[in-house]
């Protein structure tokens, strides 16, 4: 029957049968088509093969660079120099971690696989991008609405993907949520399964009434069929009514061609709304410290000057009862360091005259 994807070819499906292990939603409530920034971003799954303190390290740097992903927009963020360094001292930025037993399935068999999953403090992390000078994707993100049909080539014809079969979209879905988008799929209702065929041909057109009843202002169209190669597929994303962008991609593998939608979408939505913040030129700082009453408080300050990524060097010149006096050699410009310091709890930046030496309060 057309109204089901019962008939979508058995290779297909088993290719498809991925691990159902998201820390958040895959597709979105129908009900609610835009989204502002949500903790869910600032949270990521990652396989570990034990619990040690080594792998606890790098497991932790990898779910980073996952966040640092979905809060830029950028597949690039990860590898900027102050943010690698901040891969490498991550715990600084957490909140909570947790691991975890997941089960999935190869070949059709179920086995246990170990996550940790790690959140990380939203104002930190924000600063930490500002401060980096790269783009922070903030305020509302779409919430793209799915229109879908896939021909495996049997002879029945396009069918429409619907939220019915997730499961068929999940590389899809889950490389969305990887990008920080969450699709919404249709209900697949009878009017919507009669313009498959308009789906096919990717007619934005003839489907902007149907997708107006998801009050949804991004779409993307996608055919998906038998190709020479093995797979390929057709994109096209629309904002307001509008194409934006298309683009194609084949291959033997039908997750990678099914998961091909994500990263051009996503790529095109954080270009034309994250907002970058300029990074200035590299200072150093002559800065007091004030506000230590103890050696502990000493040994905090320490610590929290060696985690800090855009920190690249660290000197005390004096020491007095009023504080200290520190050589500070930033990878950043003053106004971006002391924005990361206004996202932690450490220092606080103290207001002075244009001109003068910055001063920082200790806030134990």
């Known amino acids: 029957m057309r109204l089901r994807l019962a008939g979508l070819c058995l290779a297909l499906l088993s290719a498809l049968a991925l691990p159902v292990r998201a820390v958040e939603p895959l597709v979105a409530d129908p009900a609610a088509a835009v989204v502002t920034r949500e903790e869910a971003w600032y949270t990521a799954e990652v396989p570990v093969a034990s619990q040690d303190l ?21 597949l690039d963020a990860p590898s900027h120099p102050v943010l690698l360094r901040a891969q490498r001292q991550a715990e600084g930025l957490l909140l909570a971690s947790e691991y ?15 996550m940790l999953a790690a959140s990380f403090d939203p104002e930190a992390v924000d600063a930490l991008v500002m401060a980096a000078g790269l783009p922070l994707w903030q305020g509302v993100r779409p919430q793209p609405l799915l229109w879908l049909a896939i021909d495996d080539g049997g002879g029945a014809g396009p069918r429409l993907v619907a939220a019915a079969q997730l499961n068929a979209v ?14 919404l799929l249709p209900t697949g209702n009878s009017v919507e399964q009669q313009a498959v065929d308009r789906v096919w041909t990717l007619d934005l057109a003839a489907l902007t009434p149907l997708s107006a009843l998801y009050s949804a202002p991004v779409v993307l169209l996608g055919r998906i069929g038998r190709s020479a190669n093995g797979w390929s597929a057709e ?10 962008h298309r683009w194609r991609f084949e291959d033997a593998n039908p997750q990678r061609v099914i998961a091909s939608g994500a990263d051009p979408m996503a790529d095109h939505l954080a270009a034309a709304m ?8 590299p200072e150093v700082l002559v800065a007091s410290v004030s506000g230590l009453r103890s050696s502990a408080d000493w040994l905090t300050l320490a610590a929290y000057l060696q985690s800090l990524p855009v920190l690249r ?36 930046v ?6 003068e030496p910055p001063r920082y309060r200790f806030r134990p």
């Open 54 to 74: 080594r792998e606890r390290e790098a497991a932790l740097g990898r779910a980073l660079a996952q966040v640092l992903v979905r809060v830029t927009g950028s």
């Open 274 to 281: 994250a907002t970058r913040m300029p990074v200035g030129q």
């Open 235 to 244: 994109w096209l994303l629309a904002k307001n009514g509008v194409e934006r």
């Open 100 to 114: 975890r037993s997941v089960e999935e399935r190869a070949g059709g068999l179920p086995t246990q696989r170990q």
């Open 350 to 355: 103290e207001p002075v005259a244009a001109g």
């Open 170 to 183: 999940r590389p899809l879905a889950q490389r969305g949520l990887d990008r920080g988008l969450r699709l």
């Open 313 to 348: 060097e660290h000197e005390v010149l004096d020491a007095r009862a009023e504080g200290l006096r520190l050589r500070l050699d930033l990878a950043v410009d003053r106004a971006r360091f002391e924005a990361l310091l206004a996202g932690g709890s450490v220092l606080a």
